[in-house]
Structures are given as structure tokens and as C-alpha cells.
């Protein structure tokens, strides 16, 4: 799989049922992944690990601002696509603006959920549903001390 793969909603249930089909496994994260930094990269090879391919699903630029508030993101969501699907670990990117990646989570029925283990299982969108067709959840383990939310309130002074 090369880098730099970018689906689109409607490309996400065809894309997987031909990787499945070709017996590869597919682990799920998402998130805002507004500025990428190392914590970041450690979660996503981590989950990488988890499986064949992994998908992550962006947060839309709305979605964002509806989660951080004004002021977010800091960087747009085509080249957020764009920077995390250029990244060794990533197989594919797709974006979504509902509140949830849940839809995503359905077309794609990927083998392994991955989210940070901030997370208890049973508030992970989409665990119960991916469990319900024998795939499993893996919470990883954040980077202590990187946040994108540190890192812009240090570059505003406010830390």
C-alpha cells in the first residue's frame, strides 16, 4: 500500500471489502490530528501493529471547531489528509463531520478499533459493534507531556 491513499466515504465499504477479500486485516483509529507531533506517530504505530492497514479517520475542519472551539484547527483538514496518510504507518485517510466516526466504523468493519487508552472500552464509539462482528478493541497508551493542546497553548504563552 502506498502512501498518500485519501478515501472518500463512499470509497471506504468497496476499498475494505477488497482488502478483506485479499485476507488483509484493518485496524480503525480517527481523531483531529490538528498539529502532528511524536505522540501522535507513536499511537498510529502502535495501532499499525494491531493489523495489515491502517485507517484513520480526520475530524472535519467543523468537526474541530464543534470539539475545540474557535481558533481550531490550526491546520485545515485537506492537508491534515494529507500529512497523515503521507505517514509510514497510515495505509488510508478518510474525513468525517458527524460527531462520531460511527458511520465510518460500519462501512469500513475493520478487524481492530484503536483509540487512546484515556478511553474506557465502553465509551469507545463504535466497540460494540466492531466486537458484534469478532473484531476487537486495543487501547494504546498516550505520550505523556504531548498534547496538540499543550503545544498551542505553549506557542500562545499560556502554559
Known amino acids: 500500500m502506498s502512501a498518500g491513499l485519501i478515501l472518500s466515504r463512499e470509497d471506504l465499504a468497496p476499498w475494505a471489502k477488497q482488502q478483506h477479500a485479499?485476507?488483509?486485516?484493518?485496524?480503525?483509529?480517527n481523531g483531529c490530528f490538528d498539529l502532528i507531533h511524536a505522540g501522535h506517530l507513536a499511537g498510529l504505530e502502535l495501532a499499525a501493529d494491531a493489523a495489515d492497514l491502517l485507517v484513520v479517520a480526520l475530524n472535519s475542519d467543523?468537526?474541530?471547531?464543534?470539539?475545540?472551539g474557535p481558533g481550531r484547527p490550526i491546520i485545515g483538514q485537506d492537508d491534515r489528509a494529507r500529512l497523515i496518510a503521507a505517514l509510514r504507518p497510515v495505509s488510508a485517510v478518510t474525513i468525517f463531520a458527524e460527531p462520531t466516526p460511527l458511520e465510518c466504523i460500519?462501512?469500513?468493519?475493520?478487524?481492530?478499533?484503536?483509540?487512546g487508552s484515556e478511553y474506557?472500552?465502553?465509551?469507545?464509539?463504535?466497540?460494540?459493534?466492531v466486537v458484534s462482528w469478532g473484531g476487537r478493541v486495543l487501547r494504546v497508551p498516550m505520550v505523556e507531556g504531548l498534547s496538540t493542546s499543550q503545544i498551542i497553548r505553549a506557542i500562545r504563552g499560556d502554559a
Do not use: M, N, Y
Request: hydrophobic share 40%.
Open 120 to 129: 474506557r472500552t465502553e465509551e469507545i464509539v463504535g466497540a460494540r459493534e
Open 22 to 29: 485479499a485476507g488483509r486485516t484493518i485496524a480503525f483509529t
Open 62 to 68: 467543523s468537526s474541530v471547531r464543534d470539539l475545540k
Open 106 to 115: 460500519l462501512r469500513l468493519r475493520p478487524d481492530v478499533l484503536v483509540k
